[in-house]
C-alpha cells in the first residue's frame, strides 16, 4: 500500500480528490488541511468506502508551520510517495506573514517547498502532482517586490504565485530525476478559492456557476494520477487538464526563472 499526501483536502477540489481517490482501495491517502473537524470527517466518509485514510493537520501560512508539517508527514509517510500540492490562496488583499512575506507568496509558493524538503531529504518520495493554474501565463515576477506585496494585485498576485511553484518544480524535477514530476491547470472549477463579498463576490458567484463542479475535475486528475508516468526524468511535464501543452512563454523566460530561482534559494536559506 503506497501513500498519498494530498494538501488541501478539507475543501473543493482537494476533498473531491480525496473521496475520488478513495475508490482505488489500493493507497492510503494522507489528509492534509488546517480544519481538523472536516479532515476527520473526511476520514470517516472515506473509510465507509473501504478506503483507508489518516489526517495530518497542517498549516502552510507561515514557513515555521510548514517545516513543522513537513516533520510529522515523514514521521508517517513511508518511501513511495505520491504527494500531491493542491492547497492554495488567492488572496482579496495583501496581508504578511510573520516573516514579514506576502501571505499568497508564501502559502503558494514558499511554504509547499519547505513541507516538501522534508520529505525529498528524507527520501519518501517518488511523485509529485502540482494542482496549478492556467492563469501562470498571466504572471509577472518581481524579485523587490512581489515576496512583500509590494506589487499586490487581487488577480495578478494569484497568478505570479502560482507561476513561481511551477518554476520552482521545475527545478526540483532536474535536480531529482527519480522523481515523477507533473504540473497541471485542472479546469475552471467551481468552488470557494477567490471568494469575495459585497457586489464583486455577488457577480463572481453568478459567474461560478457556468463553471465545472469539482466532483468533474477530480475525476479527471483521478485519471492522470493513475498514469504509469507523468513526465520524462529531469523534468515536468505542462499538462492543461488532461493534455499536454507548451509550457506558457513566461514560464520559459530564463530571466523569470533565474530571478524566481535565486530569490527563493535566499529567503529559504534559513527556513
Not at 473537524?37 to 478506503?51: E, M, N, P, Y
Not at 515555521?64 to 504527494?83: F, I, K, N, S, Y
Not at 509547499?112 to 522534508?118: E, F, S
Not at 459567474?207 to 486528475?221: F, H, I, M, S
Request: hydrophobic letters at 50%; proline letters at 5%.
Amino acid at each position: 500500500m503506497a501513500d498519498v499526501i494530498l494538501t488541501g483536502a478539507s475543501r473543493g477540489i482537494g476533498h473531491a480528490l480525496a473521496l475520488a481517490l478513495a475508490e482505488r482501495h489500493g493507497d492510503r491517502l494522507v489528509l492534509v488541511a488546517r480544519d481538523r473537524a472536516r479532515l476527520d470527517a473526511l476520514v470517516t466518509a472515506i473509510k465507509q468506502k473501504g478506503g483507508h485514510a489518516i489526517a495530518v493537520p497542517g498549516d502552510l501560512s507561515s514557513l515555521a508551520e510548514a517545516r513543522a508539517l513537513g516533520q510529522r508527514l515523514v514521521e508517517v509517510v513511508t518511501p513511495g510517495a505520491t504527494l500531491i500540492h493542491n492547497a492554495g490562496l488567492w488572496p482579496a488583499k495583501r496581508v504578511l506573514t510573520p516573516e514579514g512575506l506576502e501571505s499568497a507568496f508564501v502559502v503558494n509558493h514558499l511554504a509547499p517547498l519547505v513541507m516538501q524538503r522534508a520529505l525529498l531529504d528524507a527520501e519518501r518520495l517518488r511523485r509529485i502532482m502540482v494542482v496549478s493554474a492556467g492563469l501562470i501565463l498571466k504572471g509577472h515576477f518581481d524579485a523587490a517586490r512581489t515576496p512583500t506585496g509590494e506589487d499586490f494585485s487581487g488577480i495578478r498576485t494569484y497568478c505570479t504565485t502560482k507561476l513561481c511553484f511551477a518554476l520552482a518544480m521545475r527545478d526540483i524535477a532536474a535536480a531529482n530525476p527519480a522523481l515523477d514530476v507533473v504540473v497541471l491547470h485542472p479546469g475552471v472549477v467551481r468552488t470557494d478559492l477567490g471568494a469575495r463579498t459585497g457586489p464583486v463576490g455577488w457577480l463572481l458567484s453568478l459567474v461560478k456557476r457556468g463553471w465545472e463542479a469539482p466532483e468533474v475535475c477530480a475525476a479527471r486528475l483521478a485519471r492522470i494520477f493513475a498514469r504509469e508516468r507523468w513526465s520524462p526524468a529531469g523534468e515536468a511535464r505542462w499538462l492543461v487538464e488532461e493534455d499536454e501543452q507548451p509550457w506558457p512563454a513566461v514560464a520559459e523566460s530564463e530571466v523569470t526563472r533565474r530571478a524566481v530561482r535565486e530569490t527563493t534559494d535566499r529567503l529559504l536559506a534559513s527556513a
